[in-house]
């Protein structure tokens, strides 16, 4: 065989092997790449769509705060003013509002935990829900049913709290 046919042969096979080994690079990094998407999805990628929603989040923590810290701030057996009243039913307002507004992207709070959905659409909102309502029409089985509600979301939440994933840009 000619030098010339035995280099381009040569040539030839490395360039075979070289493609087939570009071709498995290629192949093993899409696979990589695919199951790694699918892995992240799962536990949970952070999207700026999920801070957004974790910024409502938080928005419904502080104003329910501001809500409690107001109840607790006397007396229990006290009259609340008008204006305090007034302030407490707009705190627990905000609170209802920012708290639907987490619930319009219900894949956030399933990344945070996968019972978290249900437990803060079922209990959370519909304490703060039940709360609001009670101010303008005020009704001992309805502030008693709210008090449960929360304290049952609270009690899950504390239980459950070190299996919670937030994002740590918004802690």
């Known amino acids: 065989m000619p030098v010339k046919a035995g280099i381009q042969l040569l040539l030839f096979q490395k360039d075979g092997l070289f493609n087939m080994n570009r071709r ?8 990589i790449f695919l199951f790694s998407g699918c892995y992240y999805s799962k536990i949970g990628v952070w999207t700026p ?17 501001e809500y409690l ?22 705190q627990a307002a905000i609170a209802e509002t920012e ?16 019972d978290l959905h249900d437990r803060y659409r079922d209990e959370y909102l519909r304490a703060l829900e039940l709360t609001v309502r009670n101010f303008d029409f005020p009704d001992y089985d309805t502030a008693l049913a709210s008090d449960n509600l929360y304290n049952s979301y609270t009690q899950w939440y504390e239980d459950h709290l070190s299996e919670i994933k937030i994002p740590k840009e918004t802690k």
């Open 99 to 114: 708290a639907r507004r987490v619930l319009d992207h219900p894949e956030t709070l399933n990344k945070m935990h996968p």
């Open 69 to 90: 810290r107001i109840v607790k701030s006397g007396d229990s057996r006290r009259k609340f003013t008008y204006e305090e009243r007034m302030e407490l039913r707009r």
């Open 49 to 65: 769509e999920d801070r957004k929603t974790m910024e409502h989040f938080y928005r419904s923590v502080r104003a329910n705060k």
């Open 24 to 31: 498995l690079f290629i192949h093993l990094f899409l696979g």
